[in-house]
């Protein structure tokens, strides 16, 4: 069964760095592998999209990642803001589920 | 991206009441919704896999009595939570598929709060 793990689950960095989250899995046999958004008390809002043929994906100040063979994802996030303070989850798709991290809770302080 | 539409997003209930909680997708059909419950500072975790016109897969330990699942449209699942007890108190969220199942992006609904008092 697929596991998937996000180290560190908590981060606290000045508003203005550059930071890295990371996602592994164990299974290499994915479909994608998707990075999230969660609010307090909010869903989940979609970040990035990265298919298994892909290496890696942007958008705006972010940019993920896929090393599939070596079954890791890194998000990184470049001059943090202060509206980035949320958790971050990834979620592999591999047989037919989807599986999550159990999130990265980052505080960007002003 | 597409949108997940989820209600109500609060709702508070006596025990022993039902609750019934919408999940739709706006703008796409979705032929497989997903339902997840999350703790608090805890990860989803996957209740039941929606399939339109079907019943319901539901994963190990969830009983089907109790979180009735419907999917009778390719925009609409509903989830009901049947005489409902304090220990029911969660967020509760849907997601669906644009593909309609595990090759495409995933979007979520807002999540619905329920407390059983």
């Known amino acids: 069964k697929q596991e998937v793990t996000q180290i560190p689950a908590a981060l606290s960095v000045p508003e203005g760095e550059n930071l890295v989250l990371n996602c592994s899995f164990t299974?290499?046999?994915?479909?994608?592998l998707q990075w999230f958004r969660q609010d307090p008390g909010k869903g989940l809002t979609s970040l990035l999209l990265i298919q298994s043929s892909q290496r890696e994906q942007t958008s705006g100040r972010l940019n993920a990642s896929l090393d599939k063979s070596s079954g890791r994802s890194t998000l990184y996030i470049a001059a943090s803001q202060p509206g980035d303070s949320a958790t971050y989850l990834c979620a592999v798709s591999s047989g037919n589920q989807f599986y999550f991290g159990t999130g990265t809770s980052l505080t960007v302080i002003p | 991206g597409a949108v997940v539409s989820q209600h109500p997003s609060r709702v508070i209930c006596k025990s022993g009441t039902s609750v019934k909680i919408e999940c739709r997708s706006l703008d796409f059909q979705a032929t497989t919704m997903f339902w997840y419950r999350q703790f608090p500072k805890q990860s989803l975790m996957l209740m039941a896999t929606?399939?339109?016109?079907?019943?319901?897969?539901?994963e190990q330990g969830v009983e089907k009595d109790k979180f009735l699942i419907n999917h009778a449209s390719l925009t609409l699942s509903t989830l009901t939570v049947t005489s409902a007890h304090p220990e029911d108190s969660s967020f509760y969220i849907c997601s669906a598929t644009l593909a309609g199942g595990p090759v495409g992006e995933l979007f979520f609904g807002e999540g619905s709060r329920l407390t059983v008092l």
């Open positions: 299974d290499s046999a994915i479909y994608n």
């Open positions: 929606s399939n339109e016109g079907s019943k319901a897969t539901y």
